[in-house]
């Protein structure tokens, strides 16, 4: 049976669910579908934490930063392709959005480093948590106490419209029942297409055969379903690919285990790039070396640092020996030439120079037994492009029009990462622009 709402959001994911929440404490009804059985999407595999600029948690430790060096740093990381008035956006509203984010629960004191910062930026989740899990559990409560609609095992299928405006969406549920809901505003919140390899070839064919980290919902729905509003997409064939995935079984180490120290080798057991170089900078290396894929290599006390470590060792997914040259035996590479990999590394890690490859933070010496490796290749992971929005997050045409009633935030939209994803800015894209989308939403239903 049809029904009506103020604000419709499709997905209910990080931004799905900051919108829905900023929207709900604005005074609006909102309804979320979510095609899934559960919430979260991606945002259930955020590991590394968020990126934020000026906090008083970095203030405390010293870390001098600020929005015009964390937009310096993701421009150069997304090779200036980035929309600068979103990126200005994203920088300047990081750190507000992490206190925003604080008063409805969690808790984002820790502070590390994630490739392509050039300061400690990333705020993690308490004791080691995964951000996504963290944040999830907060939305998850959040929505229980302001009583939101989500509808699960919901999938939209239409933006229904009215000549060049939204004014509601189609969907059906898991008995096949189809029903509209309509809406003086709808939110696209829906990720990105990291799981369609259709669409992944199509826009970037050399990609073919790849792995993919993201959940198999992350099917890019949204894109056929604005093509009747002629909405605009920017940077569409940007898709980042993660550096370290276990090849078949697609488990993603997280970028925090190089942050805290571990280094790659090859098959001639060298190292072959500054480790904490960009996503596809680290990806095309590991491409380029034999058999496409590449070992990361660490040591106990990598182990006592990246928390999220114990999780890969629980799954069995580790080499562990009791020294260099049995794990260079394990791995069938040369053991000697391993060894000698590590104290040279060991060596740059103490006269705080890596020689070779100008990686600046080592984080530690590799020296505590047992070691461990694990070998991985690039999977897909993000696709940075998707619908235009401007700094509203109103969703543009290909005329340059806004679209009337339509919004978009998160993985859905492009613009915001330009080329290359930076660790860490996902969870930061999808909280600050989803709490816009939800404010502004909120406020053109009034009086509607
Ligand atoms: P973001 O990080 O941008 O929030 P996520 O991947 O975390 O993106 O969340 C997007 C959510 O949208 C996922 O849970 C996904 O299953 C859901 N979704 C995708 N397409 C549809 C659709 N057609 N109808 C309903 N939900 C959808």
Redesign the pocket.
């Known amino acids: 049976e049809d029904i009506s709402t103020d604000i419709v959001i499709?997905?209910?994911?990080?931004?799905?669910?900051?919108a829905a929440i900023e929207a709900t404490n604005q005074g609006a009804k909102v309804v979320v579908?979510?095609?899934?059985a559960?919430?979260?999407?991606?945002?259930?595999?955020?590991t590394g934490g968020m990126n934020a600029a000026g906090t008083k948690y970095q203030e405390t430790k010293g870390i001098q930063d600020s929005p015009e060096l964390y937009f310096k740093d993701t421009m150069k990381g997304g090779h200036d392709k980035n929309d600068p008035a979103l990126l200005k956006v994203l920088t300047e509203k990081s750190a507000e959005t992490i206190y925003w984010l604080e008063e409805l629960g969690a808790k984002l004191s820790e502070i590390g480093r994630s490739g392509g910062q050039s300061v400690d930026r990333i705020h993690k989740g308490p004791e080691g948590m995964p951000i996504?899990t963290h944040l999830m559990d907060v939305f998850a409560d959040q929505i229980e106490k302001l009583n939101i609609d989500v509808r699960l095992n919901?999938?939209?299928?239409e933006i229904l419209a009215e000549g060049n405006k939204a004014t509601g969406?189609k969907?059906e549920n898991k008995d096949g029942n189809a029903y509209n809901i309509n809406a003086k505003a709808v939110i696209l919140?829906?990720?990105?297409f990291g799981a369609n390899p259709e669409l992944v070839t199509k826009y970037k064919p050399e990609l073919e055969g790849f792995g993919t980290t993201?959940?198999?919902?992350?099917?890019?729905?949204?894109l056929a379903?604005v093509e009747k509003l002629d909405v605009a997409l920017t940077d569409i064939k940007e898709i980042q690919t993660h550096p370290t995935v276990v090849p078949k079984i697609n488990e993603m180490i997280t970028e925090g285990v190089r942050g805290d120290g571990a280094i790659l080798v090859n098959r001639d057991s060298k190292r072959f790039i500054n480790e904490l170089e960009t996503r596809d900078v680290v990806s095309k290396a590991i491409l380029s070396q034999e058999g496409n894929t590449a070992f990361l290599l660490f040591d106990q006390q990598v182990v006592e640092e990246a928390s999220a470590i114990q999780k890969y060792k629980d799954a069995g997914l580790l080499t562990e020996a009791a020294s260099l040259k049995e794990l260079g035996e394990k791995l069938k590479i040369d053991a000697e030439a391993l060894e000698k990999t590590v104290n040279t590394y060991n060596e740059y890690y103490r006269n705080k120079e890596d020689k070779e490859f100008g990686r600046r933070l080592m984080n530690v010496e590799l020296t505590k037994t047992p070691f461990y490796a694990v070998e991985i290749a690039p999977a897909i992971h993000h696709t940075m492009g998707g619908v235009r929005i401007n700094t509203n997050t109103e969703v543009i045409n290909n005329s340059g029009n806004v679209v009337e009633g339509l919004y978009a935030?998160?993985?859905?939209?492009g613009g915001v990462h330009g080329g290359n994803r930076i660790g860490g800015n996902?969870?930061s894209?999808?909280t600050v622009f989803?709490r816009i989308a939800g404010k502004n939403a909120a406020e053109a239903v009034k009086g509607k």
């Open positions: 499709i997905g209910a994911g990080g931004a799905g669910l900051s579908v979510e095609k899934n559960f919430m979260g999407g991606n945002t259930n595999y955020a996504g919901t999938k939209a299928v969406i969907v919140a829906s990720g990105g993201n959940q198999p919902g992350a099917t890019g729905d949204a379903m935030a998160g993985e859905v939209t996902a969870v894209d999808i989803g």
